[in-house]
């Protein structure tokens, strides 16, 4: 047999012209100043819309080496006190999901974390109550996210003077993000940070039902970087924050409201920089505050921007303080869009708990790892984010391991490859595959899979090499590109009887002898399917090989697609009927709609196999144009009426109903 080499991979950034040709043809700056009035024409639009979120911490907390929290390690998700409290004090990295309320006993005792953990809460379910987070002189790397921590307060000490129930308190700790929490109604303060803890990022927090809010300080050391934004301080009295001896606190985009009114005349306030602070109050929003602003002889003010409503009491501003921007860049929204977007975004959000974000290789060294990292039985949403780059690696997604989105953060799916160069000769057909999806539920997007093994360079048995193999049910492959020769593509299922779904759509398939093939059901739509030429002038291979359960109507539909070839005219086949070891109940049914057809297709495009007539199979063809899709006595054609019934959505139904191409409002 003569052979072409095989097809490389693409330089980054690449895009075939036929992808380009398919899929073309398919298919705020400061408001206001102190005391300033709410200005009726204010673009609130812009702030309210852009992205309230990412998962990586900001401000001081990104500096000198960043906060990434527990990533690296496993993701456990934890229901009961004692399984936080394990993997809390635990030495080694840990993603804690704290799913539901997490009651605290005894009453006002502390959960320790220790350095390089991430704790968040599943959705916006995770509280702790009657409990407090607690980080040990030398804790660093901690991320807090996402939870309601809550109601250890002793009835009648609104002074917290007989007790130390913080919601979370930390000496000097050193990186630590403290992100969409909701802190209230306990014992002493809501979050004391205290004795030169250093690069730490408050963030998005509701801090509320309180009387002494957001300490800073408790030592006589200047050391303290701290930034402050987006928080909600509502129906506390004092400490909002309190910040003494800090090195640089910057405030901005805070709203603070309904303050706690006792006629107190000076522990009643709002922002305090104090002892030798350097402050900096940039675009927040004070409405019912006494004492907004005010500043020791010894410390620096600088405010700007900020909308005072309903007030009364010090403003003070003095000292030049510092310029944030010279550490770190933000953005900073309009003063007048703060309450609406602070009360909108700020406590814990669904969106944010809902999915846990592995970064490859930011947080972990292959893609593999990552995989490895998800628990078991994961019933939540893991997103595997993969930077751009080549990973020379193999790919196991165990039936264990659900609910994964594994998604290339390139600009292209070229940007983004996993790729190995096995065989079949080494270690059989499922082997060979450099990336294998075992469990339901999962989706790659944005993503090249590759198999490289060069058959025209060695004569081997065993050529088949996949780059791709599925068994799951529900697996979605969406801007994808499967690159290969012969087998580039399995979508299988666990037996024969098991039926299993596959979605692929704007995605680019290329192979030359039974490239996709087996038995799930499949649906590949406005995606681009390559034949790679063998150098024959007759005989360059078949596209599909499909191995359908006979008691399943449904196996391959490829629609609304383009399919190209450079292979000779006349010289390659749409499909045979594989019979897996003479299985005589996998009857192969494959259906070809609305796609374009090159000349390289035979005007008898089906054939036999191993002995079974394609006639027997479950063929058809309903409306395919160009070139190669000319009517001819063997190619069965759909009617109208029955064609009716074998769209997208009847083939992915099943009995749950599932549509995962409504994601992107196409109509089936």
């Not at 897996?580 to 196999?609: C, F, K, N, Y």
């Amino acid at each position: 047999m003569t052979h072409f080499h095989s097809k490389r991979l693409p330089p980054p950034g690449t895009v075939l012209a036929a992808v380009v040709g398919l899929l073309a043809t398919l298919g705020l700056g400061a408001v206001g100043q102190a005391r300033a009035a709410d200005a009726p024409g204010t673009a609130l639009a812009p702030a309210l819309s852009a992205p309230r979120w990412t998962d990586r911490a900001h401000g001081f907390a990104s500096l000198a080496g960043g906060t990434t929290g527990g990533a690296g390690g496993e993701v456990v998700t934890v229901t009961d006190q004692a399984s936080l409290a394990r993997y809390a004090a635990a030495e080694e990295p840990y993603v804690i999901r704290v799913e539901g309320a997490v009651a605290v006993e005894p009453f006002g005792s502390d959960i320790v974390v220790t350095s390089n953990k991430t704790i968040i809460g599943v959705g916006d379910t995770g509280e702790i109550v009657h409990g407090e987070l607690h980080l040990n002189p030398g804790t660093h790397n901690v991320i807090i996210r996402n939870l309601t921590i809550r109601d250890s307060y002793v009835e009648g000490d609104w002074d917290g003077k007989t007790t130390d129930f913080d919601a979370i308190q930390m000496d000097t700790a050193d990186h630590v993000w403290i992100d969409h929490n909701r802190f209230t109604h306990m014992g002493d303060g809501l979050l004391d940070i205290r004795k030169d803890s250093q690069y730490v990022t408050v963030s998005y927090n509701r801090f509320s039902n309180h009387n002494k809010a957001f300490g800073i300080g408790w030592t006589t050391d200047v050391l303290t970087q701290i930034t402050i934004d987006h928080n909600w301080f509502t129906g506390t009295k004092q400490r909002n924050p309190s910040a003494d001896n800090c090195a640089y606190a910057h405030l901005y985009n805070n709203y603070l409201s309904a303050q706690v009114a006792d006629g107190d005349p000076v522990w009643t306030y709002g922002n305090w920089s104090r002892g030798h602070t350097r402050m900096v109050i940039e675009n927040s929003y004070f409405d019912g505050v006494q004492h907004p602003y005010q500043a020791d002889a010894t410390a620096e003010l600088v405010q700007r921007g900020s909308i005072l409503r309903n007030t009364s009491g010090r403003t003070d501003a003095w000292g030049a303080a510092f310029d944030p921007r010279a550490f770190y860049a933000y953005r900073l929204d309009p003063a007048a869009a703060v309450p609406a977007l602070v009360t909108r975004f700020s406590g814990p959000q669904k969106r944010i708990g809902d999915a846990v974000t592995l970064y490859v290789p930011g947080d972990y060294p292959t893609v593999q790892a990552a995989v490895d990292a998800v628990p078991d039985g994961n019933s939540e949403d893991v997103t595997i984010a993969v930077a751009p780059g080549t990973y020379r690696e193999k790919v196991l997604i165990p039936a264990t391991k659900p609910n994964i989105l594994l998604r290339g953060t390139g600009h292209d799916r070229s940007d983004t490859v996993i790729v190995h160069d096995t065989p079949a000769e080494y270690g059989g057909s499922t082997g060979s595959a450099t990336v294998r999806i075992a469990a339901n539920d999962v989706t790659a997007r944005n993503l090249t899979f590759s198999n490289d093994f060069d058959e025209a360079a060695v004569e081997l048995k065993g050529e088949q090499a996949l780059a791709m193999k599925t068994t799951g049910d529900r697996i979605v492959f969406e801007n994808t590109a499967f690159l290969g020769n012969q087998d580039t593509l399995m979508t299988d299922s666990p037996k024969l009887t098991t039926v299993s779904r596959v979605y692929i759509r704007d995605s680019y398939i290329e192979g030359d002898v039974d490239f996709v093939y087996g038995r799930a059901t499949t649906v590949i739509e406005r995606s681009v399917i390559r034949l790679l030429s063998r150098g024959s002038i007759s005989d360059n291979g078949y596209l599909t090989a499909a191995s359908t359960w006979t008691g399943n109507p449904h196996g391959f539909l490829i629609t609304r697609s383009k399919v190209v070839s450079d292979a000779p005219e006349q010289s390659f086949h749409l499909g045979r009927p594989w019979h897996p070891g003479g299985e005589p109940a996998a009857v192969a049914q494959v259906l070809i709609r609305d796609t374009e057809l090159p000349a390289a297709v035979r005007s008898s495009p089906w054939t036999d196999m191993s002995g079974f007539s394609w006639r027997d199979a479950r063929f058809a063809e309903y409306r395919n144009h160009g070139p190669g899709a000319a009517a001819s006595a063997d190619r069965p054609q759909l009617s109208d009426a029955d064609a009716e019934a074998y769209t997208v959505a009847d083939y992915l139904r099943g009995t749950d109903g599932w549509e995962p191409y409504a994601r992107a409002g196409a109509t089936h």
